[in-house]
């Protein structure tokens, strides 16, 4: 680490020998890459390619998992989320994650947000409020929920709950944010909704995207990974992965052969 | 797609069976209903007589019962019910939900697949046998502790709170693990603890199963009565205490319908139909309850 290259960036999130096994099943071999801050990098890949799986390594949400084995090692800022002294509520404070499914708790619009804040220990109404508003200005859902930041969450659009869990994770202040397949439940407008905000948050956090969508990849990201059986096949930047792959496997992805 | 083809395949006759069938389900879902309101018709004509000459007021409310004179107040027992129920509600409940949590969020899964049976195995035991070790091992405890005859409001309630065991935790156990994975996720991924995770949004979450968990306990506490009778000391006289002892409303009815004939009867039917329409009440809580939920879904 010391001999670092003074031109590269000192990456967020850098994952070295990744090797992830389910029971005999190994679902992630010697995946090796980095993530950079204020980027957006999706991973890309059929299913069933480990893309989610090396996902959920990034907050430790694969831990809990019967049988499960993880080798290799995970760094946020340097340090290994798989040592031994890592708190792993800091990890997830400052790793979150938003899923496939929308899952807004079956609670009020306004506990739904606070949720974080509260379980990290904050109290005090004036800030929880105040969190509250910042965070639903940030998805942009202030002025639908102003007015009814009492009523359950689960009235809301299916479009308007995944905003709603972007901003109930905004409110913890993360410093990464891990969207798996974000949109894949979410009509059109919804989905272009997320990537415009994708756009907009990558100036304070690191975004990292699963996504099976191809163009949503080629259109809001800045690094693409894509995977393939477990394996990392080619990651660069997004402009090249998309018009100049090096892997005849990647080309064959991109243009829709694989 | 598949049953029509198959019924059209088949022709008329399993058509016509298939009506034989059905119309034979119908009959005995309705003999089910038949049964249940000829029960309510023979409680509530072998009750009115008594009620109506003491007067509905007079006999829910009164705090004498003396047979022997035809003086039937329920008051004591309806009291009765009520103290051991709450009582039993107050022991079991907390012990329920601690369980049901165990099983249904800490315990891991091979542990609950064998407690989980065998807590419902404790609804197989006959109730007299939780009345005899309530007997021989509670009352004897009280006594000697507390003072007091033994047989008390305390006795039944300790009883009556192992008892519903069984029914609240495994319903509010179902009630939990309905509980989407996604909100586990969710909220583990936002940093929160276990426990967090558990009071903050599962158990909102499970509420009105869990409600309906301690309504369906209720019903069982309330209607329950060899081992009721067997530690509860049955006076007939509104408790004051804890340790004093108690008659509930099902206890009065076994107790003396051995022996009663005419208005004394009659007032032992009487008792019933307050029971009757106090678990009406209950079932019909825990039904809306249950359908709320479903509703919110």
Same mark, same amino acid.
């Given at each position: 680490m010391a001999t670092r290259q003074p031109i590269e960036p000192q990456p967020k999130v850098e994952v070295k020998g990744l090797n992830l096994y389910y029971g005999q099943h190994q679902a992630l071999k010697d995946v090796g890459l980095a993530?950079?801050?204020?980027?957006?990098?999706?991973?890309?890949?059929?299913?069933?390619?480990?893309?989610?799986?090396? @996902?959920?390594?990034?907050?430790?949400?694969?831990?809990?998992?019967?049988?499960?084995?993880?080798?290799? &090692?995970?760094?946020?800022?340097?340090?290994?989320?798989?040592?031994?002294?890592?708190?792993?509520? +800091?990890?997830? &404070?400052?790793?979150?994650?938003?899923? +496939?499914?929308?899952?807004?708790?079956? !609670?009020?619009?306004?506990?739904?947000?606070?949720?974080?804040? /509260?379980?990290?220990? @904050? &109290?005090?109404?004036? /800030? !929880?409020?105040?969190?509250?508003? /910042?965070?639903?200005?940030?998805?942009?859902?202030?002025?639908?929920?102003?007015d009814r930041l009492n009523a359950p969450a689960l009235g809301l659009s299916l479009g308007n709950r995944q905003l709603l869990c972007l901003a109930r994770l905004v409110a913890v202040e993360p410093e990464v944010i891990l969207l798996d397949e974000p949109a894949s439940a979410l009509d059109p407008i919804s989905t272009l909704r997320i990537e415009e905000l994708m756009r907009e948050l990558q100036k304070e956090y690191t975004i990292i995207i699963v996504t099976h969508n191809m163009q949503q990849a080629a259109r809001a990201s800045d690094r693409t990974a894509f995977m393939l059986a477990g394996e990392l096949v080619e990651y660069g930047e997004t402009r090249q992965i998309f018009t100049n792959p090096r892997d005849s496997r990647t080309e064959r992805y991109v243009t829709g052969k694989l | 797609m598949k049953q029509e083809g198959h019924v059209a395949g088949g022709g008329r006759r399993v058509r016509l069976s298939e009506r034989g069938v059905e119309r034979v389900l119908t009959a005995v879902a309705l003999s089910a209903i038949g049964v249940l309101a000829l029960i309510t018709v023979f409680i509530f004509i072998g009750g009115i007589p008594a009620i109506a000459r003491t007067g509905f007021w007079p006999f829910?409310?009164?705090? $004498?019962? #003396?047979?022997?004179?035809? %003086?039937?107040?329920?008051?004591?027992?309806?009291?009765?019910?009520?103290? %051991?129920?709450?009582?039993?509600?107050?022991?079991?409940?907390?012990?329920?939900? #601690?369980?049901?949590?165990?099983?249904?969020? %800490? #315990?891991?899964?091979?542990? #609950?697949?064998?407690? $989980?049976?065998a807590i419902e195995l404790l609804a197989g035991i006959p109730s007299v046998i939780y009345g005899f070790m309530g007997l021989v091992i509670l009352v004897p405890l009280i006594r000697n502790r507390f003072g007091g005859p033994g047989f008390s409001v305390l006795a039944s309630s300790v009883v009556l709170g192992i008892m519903i065991l069984p029914t609240v935790i495994s319903i509010s156990y179902d009630a939990l693990k309905a509980v989407p994975d996604a909100y586990r996720d969710g909220s583990l991924a936002l940093g929160a603890t276990r426990w967090q995770t558990i009071s903050m949004v599962l158990l909102p979450a499970a509420r009105s199963g869990i409600l309906a968990a301690v309504i369906l306990g209720m019903g069982r506490a309330i209607g329950e009565t060899m081992a009721v009778i067997m530690v509860a000391g049955n006076a007939t006289k509104v408790p004051g205490s804890l340790l004093d002892p108690v008659r509930t409303l099902t206890?009065?009815?076994?107790?003396?319908?051995?022996?009663?004939?005419?208005?004394?009867?009659?007032?032992?039917?009487?008792?019933?139909?307050?029971?009757?329409?106090?678990i009406m009440l209950l079932s019909v809580l825990a039904s809306y309850t249950t359908s709320a939920r479903g509703k919110a879904r």
């Open positions: 993530f950079y801050a204020n980027q957006v990098t999706a991973i890309i890949g059929p299913s069933g390619c480990g893309k989610s799986t090396l @996902l959920r390594c990034l907050n430790r949400m694969n831990d809990g998992i019967a049988g499960i084995r993880i080798e290799g &090692k995970i760094a946020l800022d340097g340090s290994d989320i798989y040592g031994r002294r890592q708190d792993l509520i +800091q990890l997830r &404070k400052a790793v979150g994650m938003v899923f +496939q499914r929308p899952n807004v708790f079956p !609670l009020s619009i306004f506990d739904n947000v606070a949720y974080g804040p /509260r379980v990290h220990g @904050l &109290k005090n109404h004036a /800030r !929880l409020a105040e969190i509250v508003e /910042r965070s639903l200005a940030s998805v942009g859902l202030w002025g639908e929920a102003r | 829910v409310s009164g705090h $004498k019962w #003396a047979p022997g004179r035809d %003086v039937f107040g329920i008051f004591p027992m309806i009291m009765g019910s009520l103290w %051991v129920t709450v009582g039993a509600l107050a022991i079991g409940v907390p012990l329920s939900l #601690a369980c049901a949590i165990f099983l249904s969020e %800490v #315990a891991p899964p091979r542990t #609950a697949r064998v407690i $989980k049976p206890s009065n009815i076994a107790l003396e319908m051995g022996y009663a004939a005419g208005m004394h009867r009659a007032a032992l039917f009487g008792t019933g139909v307050i029971l009757f329409v106090i």
